[in-house]
């Protein structure tokens, strides 16, 4: 059985920067991509970086130029590197994988984001 599991979740000021970690454990397994989503308060999960198995990261038009994800394929490891941190970007964080074998989706338990102004 595969788990998600992220880290490096917290609080931090305006401007500022964190790095979230997600590691997968269990069974041997291989993913197509994996990824970083977030929900805010009252509003739905959306779609914050993408890293698929051919390397074409995707990002979402609000973090462009201050998030970069990256990832160990061979390790299955996705980090998210959040720099220019705002109120905007506060949210649980969780990391996605598409699994190889039958192209379902993982998601992890969450990870808390709160930046203050």
């Known amino acids: 059985q595969v788990q998600l599991v992220e880290s490096g979740g917290g609080l931090v000021q305006a401007g500022g920067s964190l790095r979230l970690s997600c590691v997968a454990s269990?069974?041997?397994?291989?993913?197509?991509?994996m990824a970083w989503y977030r929900q805010a308060p009252a509003k739905q999960r959306e779609m914050v970086a993408t890293?698929?198995?051919?390397?074409?990261?995707s990002y979402a038009n609000s973090v462009k130029g201050r998030f970069f994800i990256s990832r160990d394929i061979a390790k299955n490891l996705v980090w998210l590197q959040m720099n220019g941190l705002k109120p905007e970007d506060t949210a649980v964080y969780y990391c996605?994988?598409?699994?190889?074998?039958?192209?379902?989706?993982?998601w992890g338990q969450g990870t808390q984001v709160t930046v203050s102004s």
């Open positions: 996605n994988a598409v699994k190889s074998t039958d192209l379902l989706p993982l």
């Open positions: 269990g069974s041997d397994f291989s993913f197509e991509s």
């Open positions: 890293f698929p198995n051919s390397g074409w990261t």
